[in-house]
Structure formats: C-alpha cells, structure tokens
C-alpha cells in the first residue's frame, strides 16, 4: 500500500527522535505536549499545530528540519484527515461560511451533492471516500468532550439547493435540529448585513487545551491553517464582526424554518 505523506513524514519524526536518543514521553516533555500526539504525528494519524512542530524541531535541535518536513504534509490531499483530527481536539469551534452548509453539520445527501459539485470529474470511489471522512467528522458530536461549535451561515446557503429539492429540505430541517443542541449556536446572516468581513471568504478558528488557537481558511485545492497570535487574533477579532452582523440563535431558527417551509414545503 502506498504510504501517504503524513506517514512517511512519520517515519523521519520516528528517525529523528531515536537518533536523539529519545523516547515518545521524553520528547513529549521536552516539546511541552503529550505523548500521544508523538505518537499519532509517527503514524501519520495526527495534525500537530504550528506551535506543536515548532516545539518538537527545537526539542529535537533540528534546525527546521522538522517544521519543513511538515509543510509538505500540511493541507493537501491529506487536509480532510487533518482538518478531522484538528476538529476532534479542539474544545471550540467558530466558523463561518459563504458557499454551502459547513461540513460538520452536512447530511450525507448533501454533501454527497457538494462534494460531486466540487470534483466534477472524480470517480464514484474517490466520491464515496471524501463523503466518508466528511460524514466521519461528525462524530466529534458523539463525544462526551464535544467541542463549543458557533456557526454563521451566510444567507445565500439556504437557497442553494444541493441535492435537489429534498435533500435541501432534510439538510435545512437538519440544521433547525442542530442549532437546538447545547453545545451549538448557529447564525445567520442576511443579504442585507454588509458591513462586516464576512465578503473575504470562508474562516475558522479553533481553540484547543494544550495548543494554541488556530485559524484555518480553505479554497478548491489548497489551505491555510496558523497559530500565529496576531494573525489567529485579528481573525477572531474579524469573526466577531461576522457574528454581530447576524441574526440572533433563536431569529436564525425562525429563519431557516420559514425557508424550508417557503422553498422545499
């Protein structure tokens, strides 16, 4: 089987750390994170931060060896799995978006419609295999440390109707559902709310326990994800906005429901 470039990328982090003669707890402490992410960054199974690589590279005296290693591995072909391992660590999550539903409160008949859109000339394996890790990511809802999730949907979203008239249908009554979990708030925000940020495209910021805050924005083929705390804070800062520009929970709800009662009845 082929190795992915998180795995090989692995390997040479499990080279190094022997070569230093360390053990995963030792360098763990000496990169000030735990030892199961070691472990998970050896496998090729983890998403380390920005900050964590760093720590690991000069605990290990590698001079950024390891830090360009990783960006060879950071949001390519391997970003879902990344971005889905991210997701699972983090205890907070801000996101808004201006294109289609966030995949973390997609139904599987629309994001299978989204994916298709997306990929226009994929086969029907690589499909199923992207809806797959989409649909996966959804289980970070299932657990008992589920993440603080705040969503802004731009108003646009709901009139797209992927998948066609039910889907549309099942995925807005889906989104009715989610926004009245506890660990969820969902937004929207109208046509006619213009002064924020919101134009610039997608964002994401995520924060975790151990790691620092990270903001994370994608486009058709590739990514950016950082930690860097100015950056990480004016885009949080540019979230703020966003949010304040929508409508409340409670109005956004009424919202999709009329929608969904209007377009897809």
């Not at 690991?56 to 390519?76: M, S, Y």
């Not at 201006?98 to 394996?125: H, K, M, W």
């Not at 989610?178 to 937004?187: C, L, Y």
């Amino acid at each position: 089987m082929q190795k992915s470039p998180a795995q090989i990328a692995g390997e040479l982090l499990r080279t190094f750390r022997e070569e230093a003669g360390l053990s995963q707890t030792e360098l763990a402490q000496l990169a000030h994170c735990s030892q199961p992410t070691i472990s998970g960054l050896e496998r090729g199974s983890a998403a380390g931060t920005p900050s964590t690589i760093a720590s690991i590279d000069r605990a290990l005296n590698a001079n950024g060896k390891v830090v360009k290693l990783w960006e060879v591995t950071a949001f390519g072909e391997q970003s879902a799995e990344k971005l889905a391992t991210l997701e699972a660590q983090a205890f907070k999550i801000h996101d808004y978006e201006l294109r289609a539903v966030p995949g973390l409160l997609q139904t599987p008949d629309y994001a299978r419609a989204v994916i298709e859109s997306a990929n226009p000339f994929a086969a029907e394996e690589a499909i199923d295999e992207k809806l797959r890790l989409r649909i996966d990511r959804q289980d970070i809802f299932k657990s008992p440390s589920t993440p603080r999730s705040w969503f802004v949907l731009d108003e646009s979203i709901l009139y797209r109707p992927f998948g066609g008239r039910d889907a549309m249908r099942a995925q807005l009554a889906s989104l009715e559902v989610a926004a009245r979990r506890p660990d969820t708030v969902i937004q929207v925000i109208r046509f006619s709310a213009t002064r924020h940020p919101g134009s610039a495209g997608p964002l994401r910021v995520m924060e975790f326990t151990e790691d620092l805050p990270v903001w994370y924005t994608e486009g058709s083929s590739s990514g950016r994800l950082t930690d860097d705390k100015d950056e990480v804070r004016e885009r949080m800062s540019y979230f703020d906005l966003i949010r304040a520009s929508a409508m409340s929970p409670d109005a956004s709800i009424r919202f999709i429901t009329k929608v969904k009662e209007s377009r897809c009845g």
